[in-house]
């Protein structure tokens, strides 16, 4: 093993050790998502099982740390307690999205226990209504209308349905799909979606917008032979094309359109706002059979993505509020994790050297910024416009210790094996590598 890769799995080993310590029991394990000096008076939050910020968050982490060596007893132990909660509460969850609700109970079966997830999509078969599912996410508090989004939305439910599989995946994906196509609206370049019909401002990257929902039906109608949904996607790609930039051979989109709706940086350069996300829709496209859109070949647009990322000064702390986060969902390991995909996915080519040395300079951010002691490691991010502006170190998948320990482990393996090291693939990007190296999806 060579030091780099030694040193990025150490890293990835102190930082899940220190949240394994945090990981609680209360009617099944619950974690808390950020532990400050009163942590011991913290009670499960009502989102104790999700993907996001939950439970179901430490099974991509098992999975991952199961392509490398054994699971201990203790942790073989969370995995069956996972399981068994979110086995029985997936019967009775009426909440059906990706990284709070039902989809997101089955992304962390299938990771654990193959079979398993079967509950969580038939219960959201049960669900399904003709517009989609309602939600019980207080986005907009006077309406419990559908949402299209990856995160809590038809998109993200979708996305899982075609990874997952199974005897309830097609009706699923058929049923998110139509009900995305009923609520496009027309543009003078293509299609568009905002998190709901009734947003008036729009998030139009991956995780929230054009991007990724226009990714779902891709993908969707590539398993299902829908050439509308494809159609649908391309007209999506058109809509987020019109509104971003092809500057300096480069791709980005705004974080939110019109800026002034959200005090954020315009440009940003995430997994959820950014051209790391929004890379994936054009490996999606690729993976439909789509070769060209808007005059620009797919995989020429995620190239020029990359190229963003690359050279966007991520993840130097610029200024205030340029990158304060070294999260999977806003941060460096997110970035990281989608430049090693795409690695994988060039692999043999310079670009493929030039997104792995992407990728390392994400974890040396990482493996610098951490805290370290004898507890473990950890990551604290920051908010600029706080009085006090570091932030308690997190816990879960998507905003702490746990998203970034499987992409430092996943990144020592690269180093290790190459680019063909198994990839513990997920609802949102199992299309981005290549099929012989995906070790969980349908």
Same mark, same amino acid.
């Given at each position: 093993?060579?030091?780099?890769?030694?040193?990025?799995?150490?890293?990835?080993?102190?930082?899940?050790?220190?949240?394994? %310590?945090?990981?609680?029991?209360?009617?099944?394990?619950?974690?808390?998502?950020?532990?400050?000096?009163?942590?011991?008076?913290?009670?499960?939050?009502?989102?104790? %099982?999700?993907?996001?910020?939950?439970?179901?968050? #430490?099974?991509?982490?098992?999975?991952?740390?199961?392509?490398?060596?054994?699971?201990?007893? /203790?942790?073989?132990?969370?995995?069956?307690?996972?399981?068994?909660?979110?086995?029985?509460?997936?019967?009775?969850?009426?909440?059906?999205?990706?990284?709070?609700?039902?989809?997101?109970?089955?992304?962390?079966?299938?990771?654990?226990?193959?079979?398993?997830?079967?509950?969580? #999509?038939?219960?959201?078969?049960?669900?399904?209504?003709?517009?989609?599912?309602?939600?019980?996410?207080?986005?907009?508090?006077?309406?419990?209308?559908?949402?299209?989004?990856?995160?809590?939305?038809?998109?993200?439910?979708?996305?899982?349905?075609?990874?997952?599989?199974?005897?309830?995946?097609?009706?699923?994906?058929?049923?998110?799909?139509?009900?995305?196509?009923?609520?496009?609206?027309?543009?003078?370049?293509?299609?568009?979606?905002?998190?709901?019909?009734?947003?008036?401002?729009?998030?139009?990257?991956?995780?929230?917008?054009?991007?990724?929902?226009?990714?779902?039906?891709?993908?969707?109608?590539?398993?299902?032979?829908?050439?509308?949904?494809?159609?649908?996607?391309?007209?999506?790609?058109?809509?987020?094309?019109?509104?971003?930039?092809?500057?300096?051979?480069?791709?980005?989109?705004?974080?939110?359109?019109?800026?002034?709706?959200?005090?954020?940086?315009?440009?940003?350069?995430?997994?959820?706002?950014?051209?790391?996300?929004?890379?994936?829709?054009?490996?999606?496209?690729?993976?439909?059979?789509?070769?060209?859109?808007?005059?620009?070949?797919?995989?020429?647009?995620?190239?020029?993505?990359?190229?963003?990322?690359?050279?966007?000064?991520?993840?130097?702390?610029?200024?205030?509020?340029?990158?304060?986060?070294?999260?999977?969902?806003?941060?460096?390991?997110?970035?990281?994790? @989608?430049?090693?995909?795409?690695?994988?996915?060039?692999?043999?080519?310079?670009?493929?050297?030039?997104?792995?040395?992407?990728?390392?300079?994400?974890?040396?951010?990482?493996?610098?910024?951490?805290?370290?002691?004898?507890?473990?490691?950890?990551?604290?991010?920051?908010?600029?416009?706080?009085?006090?502006?570091?932030?308690?170190?997190?816990?879960?998948?998507?905003?702490?210790?746990?998203?970034?320990?499987?992409?430092?482990?996943?990144?020592?393996?690269?180093?290790?094996?190459?680019?063909?090291?198994?990839?513990?693939?997920?609802?949102?990007?199992?299309?981005? @590598?290549?099929?012989?190296? /995906?070790?969980?999806?349908?």
């Amino acid at each position: 093993m060579t030091s780099e890769a030694y040193e990025y799995r150490q890293l990835g080993e102190a930082a899940w050790s220190w949240v394994l %310590d945090h990981v609680r029991e209360d009617e099944g394990p619950w974690l808390p998502e950020r532990l400050s000096g009163g942590e011991q008076d913290v009670t499960p939050a009502k989102d104790r %099982d999700s993907l996001y910020s939950g439970i179901a968050g #430490l099974a991509p982490v098992l999975a991952e740390i199961a392509q490398h060596r054994e699971l201990s007893e /203790r942790e073989r132990a969370l995995a069956d307690g996972i399981v068994t909660r979110l086995s029985a509460e997936a019967k009775g969850r009426v909440e059906p999205s990706l990284y709070d609700g039902l989809a997101g109970d089955a992304t962390a079966l299938k990771l654990l226990a193959p079979g398993e997830e079967s509950i969580a #999509l038939r219960r959201l078969d049960d669900l399904a209504t003709p517009d989609g599912w309602r939600t019980t996410v207080d986005f907009e508090p006077d309406s419990d209308a559908p949402l299209n989004d990856i995160i809590m939305g038809s998109a993200g439910v979708v996305m899982t349905a075609v990874w997952a599989g199974g005897e309830f995946a097609d009706a699923i994906a058929t049923t998110g799909g139509e009900a995305l196509l009923r609520v496009a609206e027309r543009t003078e370049a293509g299609l568009d979606w905002g998190i709901s019909p009734s947003t008036p401002w729009r998030a139009p990257n991956y995780s929230h917008g054009t991007a990724g929902v226009a990714a779902a039906l891709a993908v969707a109608g590539a398993s299902l032979g829908r050439a509308d949904f494809v159609e649908a996607a391309v007209e999506g790609a058109r809509h987020v094309l019109s509104v971003g930039l092809l500057d300096d051979d480069g791709f980005v989109v705004p974080h939110t359109i019109p800026p002034s709706k959200r005090e954020v940086e315009p440009l940003t350069y995430t997994w959820c706002h950014g051209p790391a996300g929004t890379s994936h829709l054009f490996s999606a496209l690729s993976y439909a059979g789509v070769t060209e859109v808007g005059g620009f070949r797919v995989d020429e647009l995620r190239r020029r993505c990359m190229t963003s990322l690359l050279t966007s000064g991520v993840p130097e702390r610029l200024r205030p509020g340029f990158w304060d986060n070294d999260g999977r969902c806003c941060g460096t390991a997110g970035v990281g994790d @989608v430049l090693l995909d795409a690695a994988q996915d060039w692999a043999g080519t310079e670009l493929s050297e030039t997104l792995l040395r992407g990728a390392r300079t994400m974890a040396d951010a990482l493996v610098e910024r951490a805290i370290r002691d004898e507890s473990g490691a950890r990551w604290r991010f920051l908010e600029y416009r706080d009085d006090e502006p570091l932030l308690p170190p997190g816990t879960a998948w998507m905003q702490g210790a746990s998203g970034i320990a499987a992409y430092l482990l996943r990144l020592a393996r690269f180093i290790e094996t190459g680019p063909k090291s198994p990839v513990v693939d997920r609802p949102d990007q199992w299309w981005a @590598v290549p099929a012989d190296v /995906r070790v969980t999806g349908s």
